[in-house]
């Protein structure tokens, strides 16, 4: 039943419905994360790997470092795992940065659902990991040329979003972070 419920759709709004599913996933798996119990000492040693990173921060950085990310997910079967890794590992980080600084984790995750750059990133990564998995079912189907079409397309609209994040990220971090 459930397959008929999804053959009746057409491939774009099957395409979506699979972004939404991973963009939920992402959530939950963030969540997960940020809900991992870490002892004082463990959050600071990683709060101090945290502050290390930010001392050189610019845009280059920023984009590079997520575009690398996505790609990572684009890659048929490995790319959700190595997405969902990257999630949980995003979650730890807050629960570190959030339990360093006297703050309640998952109001800190909670409170990043203001900023763009927050919906941004979440929605490439959705995108990179719905298209990963699109690509496995059209190789399946001896249809996979076809969709490496599709995915350097997405790839590309993935690098815009990701562009335009770390463009709001580094504006961000010059309006709140002083000198």
Known sequence: MALSFWKAYPSRIKRILAIVVFFVLSLIVTIAGVLTPLSLEEANSLNQEIKQMQENINMQFIFGNNFMICLGMFVPFAGPVF?????????????????????????????????????????????????????????????????????????????????????????????????
């Open 83 to 179: 997405g969902f890794y990257a999630f949980y590992s995003t979650g730890v980080l807050i629960a570190a940065y959030s339990i360093a600084n006297g703050l309640p984790p998952l109001m800190s995750f909670i409170s990043l659902l203001i900023f763009p750059v927050f919906w941004l990133e979440f929605l490439a990564y959705s995108v990179a990991m719905a298209e990963s998995v699109w690509l496995i079912w059209r190789i399946i189907q001896h249809r996979g040329r076809n969709e490496l079409v599709k995915t350097c397309i997405f790839i590309s609209i993935c690098a815009v979003i990701l562009l335009v994040a770390a463009i709001i990220e580094i504006a961000l971090i010059a309006m709140f972070m002083p000198g």
